[in-house]
Nanobody, 120 residues
Framework: QVLLVESGGGLVQTGDSLRLSCAASGLTFSSYTMGWFRQAPGKEREYVARISSLGIRTVYADVVKGRFTISRDNIKNTTSLQMDNLKPEDAAVYYC?????????????WGQGTQVTVSS
């Protein structure tokens, strides 16, 4: 059974930083592209970032580029999302995902999500 468990969400103020983590189990972690999506109330689910299986390549959504950094540890089977200079529009439930391929990944597995709230 594949499990992706996110942690690190919380309530912060505009301009603060937050680091989300995702612990993966039940899959060959180093074979998967890992990524993050988010969904705010009443809005469509939105892509945030992804990192290739060996951590060499990353791709970010324009709205977070320069503020968010995705990383991974293939020994600990974890991926993280460092979020700096948070804005109220970053508030959402953040989901960790694991997928195949990198250019156009197919995401096979999703975590349960962690809530990020940003007060203005």
């Amino acid at each position: 059974q594949v499990l992706l468990v996110e942690s690190g969400g919380g309530l912060v103020q505009t301009g603060d930083s937050l680091r989300l983590s995702c612990a993966a189990s039940g899959l060959t972690f180093s074979s998967y592209t890992m990524g993050w999506f988010r969904q705010a109330p009443g809005k469509e689910r939105e892509y945030v970032a992804r990192i290739s299986s060996l951590g060499i390549r990353t791709v970010y959504a324009d709205v977070v580029k320069g503020r968010f950094t995705i990383s991974r540890d293939n020994i600990k089977n974890t991926t993280s999302l460092q979020m700096d200079n948070l804005k109220p529009e970053d508030a959402a439930v953040y989901y960790c995902v694991a997928g195949r391929g990198f250019a156009t990944p197919v995401y096979d597995y999703w975590g349960q999500g962690t809530q990020v709230t940003v007060s203005s």
